[in-house]
């Protein structure tokens, strides 16, 4: 293949090199940290996703070198392409502020906000983005609404309350299985995940519907009520599987495996594999290989140290890789000026002691050691 | 008495066959481009006149055709839009059931200038015997050599299919169409890809209002430049006007663009005046989802001109002091009509009518109704006016579709120049319910501050 053209793009003031075709969400992902907005819907392992829960709003400021004239109305950056010279602002554009927190407002009129219930708590995207974006309270007044209960069989649970309509459930089933059974009912802010007629989904890969599911709408029935997610060990393990992969994330407690995923990346897209194929697992590894001894441990998994999942945890040496700080560069290289800098007048707060450096839970001896 | 270039022969007996359209002059049109003009030049003719989108954008309609992309070996298709859904707009109801063979006419030199050899007219499913009418025309017309293979011995093939709607107003947005067309959920693309490079089936599609498609008619038989004198500006040609509401005479009328709105409303030719001896309170000048004007808008521009009823009249001002041409639903409310009340019905319409994909326009839309409701049974509190002012504020421009643009300009436009009537109903409730109206004084005339 002959060697594609970069293009160069700038998003809140970072300059990034992608190839053509990629979306300003990729380019945005590339540079990581803040600058990468939220996305509920779009999904990039699966073809035609995106675009439709509007949290990845940014304001295009440049359109391209040739064509500089700024876009009149935010674009969704999951599905807008990137320009040679574009520049974008995301968190540098009070507008995309301001319509993001609407977005996430009008995400969360609706929801049940049941976290303290719900499995999916501490890996939910609803959650992180609300945490991120949301306000503390609501202005809706009004009774959330509620949907009669569909049953999907053994292995998948659905709660429609919880739903945000993303239809990345819906390209799961159009793309892995051969019949998609499940689909959007209805319209507007009726519309529902279903099957038309009471049906349970059982293809082998439409368990691959949970991993996708950006918040508890669609959960694992054999994990259902078992645990939290952040009690959980979350182990990489693999087995023989004559139908899939076989690459799976285990989520055990002693010895016990919970349940078994998918395994995801930071943005909590399923991996690809090193043939570039994404890592989708079937339901016999999902629902059925429940015991340590089905599968072969490789170690522990990673998992984000901002996510709660990661407290439980301390194998490795954790905090050695200390996040991008991005601050700067946002700002056109000022640095916010510090009022004062506590440790110049008082070193009653240990400055030489590097926190991240403390391996497990810090205690009182951490910081009584090498003191006098 | 204004000119008629669609509506002239509408009255004629038997029209709606073949046999009559063709005796009054009909098909002339199809027989002058098909045998003395080339596509290119039937296009260019398109574009010299001026012709804008009827649907409600008014996008030039020539510039539009010139978009649609030609790759070698993938056909090409014309899709005339006949979802028509907008509350107060029912103008292409009244074309296809008088004179479907006018509609048939226009798609076949429209047709044969995109290079479509197959046709569709999408039309909503509460036509249903409209449908039967056109289904009957096309065959009559087919009967008589004017579609199929080979027409008039020009060597182009068209076919036109009538495929029937399910009930989705969403299904007038052009990339919603298309997919339900294509036999899927009537879900609106997201674009780009615009429907000129991808339509249906991925093929370079272009998709136009009933009314654009007949006046393609007139165009070829008079030529572009002929049509570009009638009218003003970049207003050209005639539009066909529906008017509803508290007027003496509702109807479909054909205008062409040089009346005032005054005019529009009190000559016996058009509205014939508010009903019952009413004064005019407000008007929704183009279709449900462009912004409602308060009467002394509605005749004078902020700047103090006569407003006209063309594109750039009406919309003079912007939407602080102006509205839209839109789809020509001329709704009418007289000193009696509540604005809440009449703001909460179009809530209720676009939150039923929102196809629920992108999440501004499906939560919005149902939060605004549930306070319009409250507001309306004076249960609303002060905040509530502000509060909708923020989510119509925050829907707008961010979604998918024009639809949540739709639902929010009603909303923010009656806020904006209604806004103690919203007051009233929060201080007066029980005011507020028993009347079931609101303030008449938008009625008498106010000094209009002039802007700048």
């Known amino acids: 293949m002959s060697e594609q053209p970069l293009l160069t793009v700038t998003i809140d003031n970072i300059t990034v090199q992608v190839p053509a075709g990629t979306s300003i969400l990729q380019a945005a992902r590339k540079i990581g940290g803040d600058v990468a907005p939220p996305a509920m819907c779009v999904y990039s392992k699966l073809e035609g996703s995106g675009g439709k829960c509007r949290t990845c709003l940014v304001e295009v400021s440049k359109g391209s070198e040739k064509d500089p004239r700024p876009m009149p109305k935010l674009v969704a950056s999951c599905r807008t392409n990137v320009m040679d010279g574009m520049e974008v602002k995301n968190i540098t554009s009070p507008r995309v502020t301001d319509a993001r927190a609407g977005v996430v407002e009008f995400l969360l009129i609706n929801h049940p906000l049941d976290?303290?219930?719900?499995?999916?708590?501490?890996?939910?995207?609803?959650?992180?983005?609300?945490?991120?974006?949301?306000?503390?309270?609501t202005r809706y007044e009004f009774q959330r609404r509620t949907f009669k209960q569909h049953d999907l069989g053994p292995y998948i649970q659905l709660h429609m309350t919880r739903c945000i309509l993303c239809y990345r459930c819906v390209y799961t089933a159009d793309q892995l299985t051969n019949k998609r059974e499940h689909g959007i009912l209805d319209r507007g802010d009726h519309s529902e995940i279903a099957t038309l007629i009471e049906k349970s989904l059982e293809n082998n890969f439409i368990g691959n519907v949970i991993d996708v599911c950006p918040v508890g709408a669609l959960t694992d029935k054999t994990f259902r009520f078992k645990n939290r997610v952040w009690f959980l060990k979350p182990e990489n393990a693999h087995r023989e599987c004559p139908d899939c992969c076989g690459k799976v994330t285990l989520w055990n407690r002693g010895d016990e495996v919970f349940r078994v995923t998918a395994r995801k990346d930071e943005w909590g897209e399923v991996e690809s594999l090193a043939d570039g194929s994404t890592a989708w697992i079937c339901n016999t590894c999902?629902?059925?290989?429940?015991?340590?001894?089905?599968?072969?441990?490789?170690?522990?998994?990673?998992?984000?140290?901002?996510?709660?999942?990661?407290?439980?945890?301390?194998?490795?040496?954790?905090?050695?890789?200390?996040?991008?700080?991005?601050?700067?560069?946002?700002?056109?290289?000022?640095?916010p000026k510090l009022l004062m800098d506590i440790h110049s007048v008082s070193e009653v707060n240990r400055p030489e002691i590097q926190l991240s450096q403390i391996a497990g839970p810090s205690t009182g001896n951490d910081f009584t050691t090498g003191k006098d | 008495m204004g000119m008629k270039l669609l509506l002239e022969k509408a009255h004629v007996e038997g029209i709606r066959h073949f046999e009559a359209y063709r005796r009054e002059g009909g098909y002339r049109s199809v027989e002058k481009a098909l045998k003395e003009m080339s596509p290119e030049a039937i296009v260019e003719e398109v574009k010299k006149s001026g012709l804008r989108g009827r649907g409600g954008a008014g996008f030039p309609a020539g510039m539009k055709w010139s978009f649609i992309a030609k790759p070698e070996g993938v056909p090409r298709h014309l899709v005339c839009n006949a979802d028509e859904s907008e509350p107060g707009t029912f103008k292409d109801r009244y074309l296809m059931e008088f004179l479907p063979h006018l509609l048939l006419e226009g798609l076949i030199v429209s047709s044969y200038a995109l290079g479509s050899h197959a046709t569709y007219i999408y039309i909503r499913g509460e036509y249903a015997w409209i449908a039967t009418i056109l289904e009957t025309a096309i065959a009559e017309a087919k009967a008589n050599g004017m579609l199929g293979n080979n027409i008039l011995g020009s060597g182009f093939d068209c076919e036109i299919y009538v495929h029937r709607g399910a009930g989705a107003y969403i299904c007038g947005e052009e990339t919603a169409l298309i997919e339900s067309l294509e036999g899927k959920r009537g879900n609106p693309r997201i674009k780009p890809p615009f429907p000129a490079i991808q339509g249906v089936w991925?093929?370079?599609?272009?998709?136009?209002?009933?009314?654009?498609?007949?006046?393609?008619?007139?165009?070829?038989?008079?030529?572009?430049?002929?049509?570009?004198?009638?009218?003003?500006?970049?207003?050209?040609?005639?539009?066909?006007?529906?008017?509803?509401?508290?007027?003496?005479?509702?109807?479909?009328?054909?205008?062409?663009?040089?009346?005032?709105?005054?005019?529009f409303i009190y000559s016996d030719e058009y509205c014939g005046g508010i009903a019952n001896g009413k004064r005019l309170k407000a008007c929704i000048p183009g279709g449900s989802s462009v912004p409602i004007l308060p009467a002394n808008l509605l005749l004078k521009t902020a700047k103090g001109e006569t407003r006209f009823m063309n594109y750039e009249?009406?919309?003079?001002?912007?939407?602080?002091?102006?509205?839209?041409?839109?789809?020509?639903?001329?709704?009418?409310l007289d000193?009696?009509?509540?604005?809440?009340?009449?703001?909460?019905?179009?809530?209720?319409?676009?939150?039923?009518?929102?196809?629920?994909?992108?999440?501004?326009?499906?939560?919005?839309?149902?939060?605004?109704?549930?306070?319009?409701?409250?507001?309306?049974?004076?249960?609303?509190?002060?905040?509530?006016?502000?509060?909708?002012?923020?989510?119509?504020?925050?829907?707008?421009?961010?979604?998918?579709?024009?639809?949540?643009?739709?639902?929010?300009?009603?909303?923010a436009a009656a806020i904006r120049h209604f806004r103690d009537e919203f007051e009233w109903h929060v201080r007066e409730p029980q005011e507020a319910k028993r009347r079931n109206y609101?303030?008449?004084?938008?009625?008498?005339?106010?000094?209009?501050?002039?802007a700048g």
């Open chain 1, 115 to 137: 976290c303290p219930i719900c499995d999916q708590a501490g890996e939910c995207h609803l959650q992180d983005l609300s945490y991120e974006h949301g306000k503390e309270g």
């Open chain 2, 202 to 263: 991925m093929r370079p599609t272009v998709v136009n209002n009933v009314e654009t498609l007949a006046a393609v008619v007139p165009i070829i038989n008079m030529g572009g430049e002929e049509y570009a004198k009638i009218g003003v500006g970049k207003s050209t040609g005639t539009k066909l006007i529906s008017a509803c509401g508290n007027i003496n005479k509702p109807g479909v009328y054909e205008i062409d663009m040089t009346i005032s709105v005054e005019e």
């Open chain 2, 313 to 332: 009249s009406l919309s003079d001002g912007g939407f602080a002091s102006g509205s839209m041409m839109g789809s020509g639903g001329f709704i009418v």
């Open chain 2, 335 to 411: 000193e009696d009509q509540c604005i809440v009340k009449n703001t909460y019905t179009l809530a209720r319409f676009y939150r039923h009518e929102s196809c629920g994909q992108c999440s501004p326009c499906r939560e919005g839309t149902g939060w605004m109704e549930k306070i319009l409701w409250r507001l309306e049974n004076g249960e609303g509190k002060e905040t509530d006016i502000d509060l909708l002012w923020d989510i119509q504020r925050r829907i707008e421009g961010n979604t998918i579709c024009p639809l949540g643009d739709a639902a929010a300009w009603p909303v």
């Open chain 1, 286 to 335: 999902r629902f059925e290989k429940k015991k340590s001894s089905d599968w072969v441990i490789e170690g522990p998994r990673k998992i984000s140290r901002h996510s709660v999942i990661s407290q439980g945890h301390y194998e490795g040496k954790v905090g050695t890789t200390v996040p991008t700080e991005i601050f700067s560069a946002v700002h056109g290289g000022r640095n």
């Open chain 2, 438 to 450: 609101g303030l008449a004084h938008y009625a008498d005339p106010i000094h209009v501050p002039v």
